[in-house]
């Protein structure tokens, strides 16, 4: 069964720094896509940041200079370097890969989610 476990964060003041992590776990054959979403209270899930096997990156607007998204694809994971922390970067972080798995076809999966709170 493939799972994507995410670690990392946590309480930040504003202007912080925080390095969230997720592994992707499970009889893996290829990972395409992997990415970092989220989800503030009272507001719909947004994506963050992508990023390719080959390591081609995108990036949600309100981002853009202040996170970077990297990946080992030795180990599986992907990274999420966020820098400059604002208060409305408060919210749950999801992982999302698209994964095939020996003999299957690729599927999309989330993980848990990671809390990350910025104080003002």
């Known amino acids: 069964q493939v799972q994507l476990v995410e670690s990392g964060g946590g309480l930040v003041q504003a202007g912080g720094s925080l390095r969230l992590s997720c592994a992707a776990t499970?009889?893996?054959?290829?990972?395409?896509?992997m990415g970092w979403y989220r989800q503030a209270p009272g507001k719909q899930r947004e994506l963050v940041a992508t990023i390719t096997s080959g390591g081609s990156t995108n990036y949600a607007d309100s981002v853009k200079g202040r996170f970077t998204i990297s990946r080992d694809n030795a180990k599986n994971t992907v990274y999420l370097q966020m820098n400059s922390l604002k208060p409305e970067d408060t919210a749950v972080y999801y992982c999302n890969a698209d994964i095939m798995q020996f003999g299957s076809y690729y599927m999309n999966y989330w993980g848990k989610g990671t809390l990350v709170t910025v104080s003002s």
């Open positions: 499970g009889r893996i054959f290829r990972i395409n896509r």
